[in-house]
């Protein structure tokens, strides 16, 4: 029978971080990056103008999201919606958090959907925090329609969200394995 020495039992654990420099680093960077894009914008972009990228495709808009995603509650008044939005969304990016660190690390494709879903979270929870809204500004459209205008966090929870869903389905040959 073998001995087990603390170095031993230590071992796996403080490995641990550094198997997880993907939930730290990427959430990281969006969030570095999507504030930043959100900065420029409250500073050259004056609230509710546009500048055009794209004629007839794609603007720069300035505008302020008060509400949930894609801007669900935003023109709807109610008490203390400047805390209970947000506290809403901080209960979900702790869950998301959660259930991140309970994947196991050969679950790859599934971390990396989570950690591009807990980066543009935890941006837009630091806009409502800080500022009270979150700054939206890429708007498509196409002749009189427009997609809701987003961020560079709407545009990484959606891309976290997809690859989560063709986790779950089983799409590609890179999907992770149960657990």
Do not use: C
């Not at 690859?163 to 149960?178: A, E, F, Y």
Request: aromatic share 8%; no cysteine.
């Amino acid at each position: 029978m073998a001995e087990i020495t603390a170095s031993d039992t230590l071992q796996p654990a403080a490995s641990e971080p550094r198997r997880r420099r993907l939930e730290i680093w990427l959430p990281l960077a969006i969030v570095i990056f999507d504030q930043i894009t959100k900065a420029l914008i409250r500073q050259m972009v004056p609230l509710h103008e546009s500048v055009t990228v794209i004629p007839g495709f794609l603007d720069i808009t300035h505008v302020r999201n008060t509400g949930a995603a894609f801007g669900i509650l935003n023109s709807v008044d109610f008490p203390f919606k400047v805390v209970v939005i947000p506290v809403i969304a901080a209960a979900a990016l702790i869950a998301v958090g959660d259930a991140s660190a309970s994947l196991a690390h050969h679950q790859l494709i599934a971390r990396l959907g989570l950690a591009l879903i807990i980066g543009g979270a935890a941006g837009n929870l630091l806009d409502r925090m800080v500022v009270g809204s979150v700054v939206d500004f890429v708007d498509v459209y196409w002749r009189d329609w427009h997609f809701w205008a987003f961020n560079v966090a709407d545009s990484a929870i959606t891309i976290g969200v997809v690859i989560m869903i063709l986790d779950m389905i089983g799409r590609g040959s890179h999907v992770s394995p149960p657990a």
